[in-house]
Every structure is written in structure tokens, then in C-alpha cells.
């Protein structure tokens, strides 16, 4: 789903990568206020499987685990949390591409 919904993917950068997902955070500030950060934009369809995928990795991969686990006990919002989880996903479905590598399984 990932390279059928976003071709650009290995050619693009992290931060690019996850702003065509809608991952990124878009800031609503004006001149001296800070606004809340929301995810928008973004292809929607591919957000919501990365989302889907961030639910069972944040659960079932010992990296992703443990870094919702540290999200957690900052006292992130459970929504966050795999938001963050759905966003470092997909920058590093990015690098793999970009490296030409093939996903292997590590500890943290």
C-alpha cells in the first residue's frame, strides 16, 4: 500500500515522507501566538493504513514498543502516541527504500 499510494517514496526525505502521509505537524501560529499542532493534509487513505499499522507495531515490534512505552510514561495522549509511531514508520519505510536494504528485526 505504501509504494502503490506514494511513488515518491526513497527519492524524498524523512520530513517530506511524512508530510505527503499527513503525519507531519502543522503549526497554526500568528505573529508572537503559538497554535496547537495538528496532523492535516496529506494523503488520507495512506494515513489511516500507517495508523492501523502503527496500533499493531506499537504493541507487537520491541523497537516501536518501547519508544510508545517512553511516549507514555512523558504522559502523551494515547492518540499521539501512535501518531508518533505511525511517523517514524514511515520515515523508515523511506530509508529502506532510499538504501536499497530489506527490514530486519533489531532490539532496542
Do not use: Y
Not at 499499522?53 to 504493541?59: E, F, P, R
Not at 495522549?77 to 536499497?100: E, G, Q, S
Amino acid at each position: 500500500m505504501l509504494v502503490a499510494e506514494m511513488p515518491e517514496i526513497g527519492t524524498i526525505t524523512g520530513e517530506e515522507a511524512a508530510a505527503l502521509t499527513g503525519l507531519a505537524p502543522v503549526a497554526h501560529d500568528s505573529g508572537t501566538l503559538r497554535g496547537k499542532r495538528a496532523i492535516a493534509g496529506g494523503r488520507r487513505a495512506l494515513r489511516h493504513v500507517m495508523f492501523q499499522a502503527a496500533l499493531v507495531a506499537a504493541h507487537h515490534n520491541p523497537s516501536q514498543k518501547s519508544f510508545a512505552d517512553r511516549l507514555r510514561k512523558a504522559g502523551k495522549p494515547h492518540k499521539v502516541i501512535i501518531t508518533a509511531v505511525a511517523r517514524k514508520l514511515v520515515t523508515i519505510a523511506n530509508a529502506l527504500c532510499k538504501n536499497r536494504q530489506k527490514w530486519t528485526a533489531s532490539r532496542p
